[in-house]
């Protein structure tokens, strides 16, 4: 059979009739947070398992890394030592830091056909707005929300509350929490969370108030701004002023557990967790978008899917076939209800899927529905020293430690530092 064949082409066609070609798959290695929303391991790993059956040529590696800062750490440190790392889920905020490092590519460089093309512009402009620097498509969007405010209609009920109209307003949000909270300490009205991710928070908090926290280029921020610091005067004051919050600092960690033991009649938190609380909750509850005061509105939040520059265009072409498999408008739709986080595209809210389950269970729809009033989460050159600066001025003004105004001031002066070298 093999006479007129080379010995090497021979030895190849053996191994073709024997299957042995998928051995020498090709492999991609994927670092993901998983400690973020709810339980997501088995969700990501399902989705892998659907995409090596389609792309039996293609071994998807999956690295699960804690939480979004942590996934970062580590994919980093993977590339510095030498080991293949092709894509990755990072924050969607991580951007800057990224190109900075020279670690990524923008998609536009792989994503050249007209289909390819196409797909890149077919996610909401909204969760763009932190992937799309200088024009050029750097994070696709995947695991991505807005803060949304969950609250316990059986405890509106209980005092006399409409359990259909969750407050719109600040004014509100103080009237009602007052009527939510018990005297015993056993149930307060209103909890946001004010450690992990303080700056997300804060975001919406100033959004509400009319002021974004940066420019859209990354190189300024608006910390002391005057509606700025009236916005960490208004948190504050939810503890130390109204009584309807505690004071000082909130647990991230540990709030959606709170809210489930009926310990707080509302919480603002993640989309991510709204699978979880659907799943955990014991009573009947609520989903709505946050409450305004100048102006409605959330920041963004959540991870994108991000290339790595250490790779070869094989493999870059394997990582954006695997990207697009995971953002295709039904398994962005099964995401979605299997999760709480938002459908990333228009087209993932038009399947039967997400059209049925919003139907039955609308607060998967809230989320969406606030995109209309969401601006980009915090973003800037030196993202992680100016986030963290604004973290500690938060919680500084949350414990007492300092007022808000000079704790805003101080921010302020560091990230002008940080940033000076990009003017």
Do not use: C
Request: charged share 20%.
């Amino acid at each position: 059979m093999f006479g007129r064949l080379s010995k090497a082409a021979a030895v190849g066609a053996v191994a073709t009739l024997l299957g042995a070609g998928s051995a020498s798959a090709l492999e991609l290695t994927m670092y993901y947070p998983v400690s973020v929303g709810g339980p997501l391991t088995k969700v990501v790993d399902g989705m892998v398992a659907d995409f090596e059956k389609a792309n039996p040529d293609v071994k998807v590696n999956a690295i699960y890394a804690g939480n979004y800062d942590d996934t970062r750490v580590k994919a980093l440190a993977a590339l510095k030592a030498g080991q293949p790392v092709q894509l990755s889920v990072l924050f969607s905020i991580d951007a800057y830091d990224l190109i900075e490092q020279d670690a990524v590519i923008p998609f536009d460089e792989v994503a050249k056909s007209a289909d390819d093309k196409a797909w890149l512009k077919s996610f909401y402009p909204g969760l763009m707005a932190n992937g799309v620097i200088n024009g050029k498509t750097w994070g696709i969007p995947f695991q991505r929300s807005t803060i949304v405010m969950y609250y316990n209609k059986d405890a509106f009920r209980e005092v006399g509350l409409d359990p259909n109209h969750p407050p719109a307003t600040w004014s509100e949000l103080v009237a009602m929490g007052k009527k939510l909270t018990k005297a015993d300490g056993s149930r307060w009205g209103i909890e946001i969370p004010s450690t992990g991710y303080p700056y997300w928070m804060f975001g919406a908090l100033a959004k509400q108030n009319g002021e974004l926290l940066m420019s859209a280029d990354g190189t300024e921020t608006h910390f002391d701004k005057p509606q700025v610091v009236e916005a960490l005067q208004f948190w504050r004051d939810l503890g130390s002023k109204y009584k309807v919050m505690p004071e000082g600092t909130v647990e991230w960690g540990t709030l959606r557990q709170q809210f489930l033991e009926g310990k707080t009649a509302m919480m603002w938190h993640s989309t991510g967790n709204l699978t979880a609380v659907k799943k955990g909750a014991k009573f009947d509850f609520g989903v709505a978008v946050l409450p305004a005061n100048r102006e409605p509105g959330s920041p963004t939040g959540g991870g994108n899917f991000y290339l790595f520059k250490k790779s070869t265009p094989e493999e870059r072409a394997a990582a954006l076939k695997l990207v697009k498999f995971m953002t295709a408008p039904e398994r962005a739709a099964e995401w979605s209800i299997a999760t709480g986080y938002m459908g990333v595209s228009p087209a993932s809210y038009q399947t039967s899927a997400l059209q049925s389950y919003a139907a039955e269970f609308p607060p998967a729809a809230v989320a969406r529905d606030q995109l209309e009033n969401s601006v980009a989460e915090l973003s800037t050159y030196q993202g992680g020293r100016i986030r963290k600066a604004l973290d500690d001025a938060i919680q500084a003004a949350l414990t007492g430690a300092k007022p808000a105004k000079e704790a805003l001031g101080e921010a302020q002066a560091q990230a002008q530092r940080l940033l000076k070298p990009y003017h």
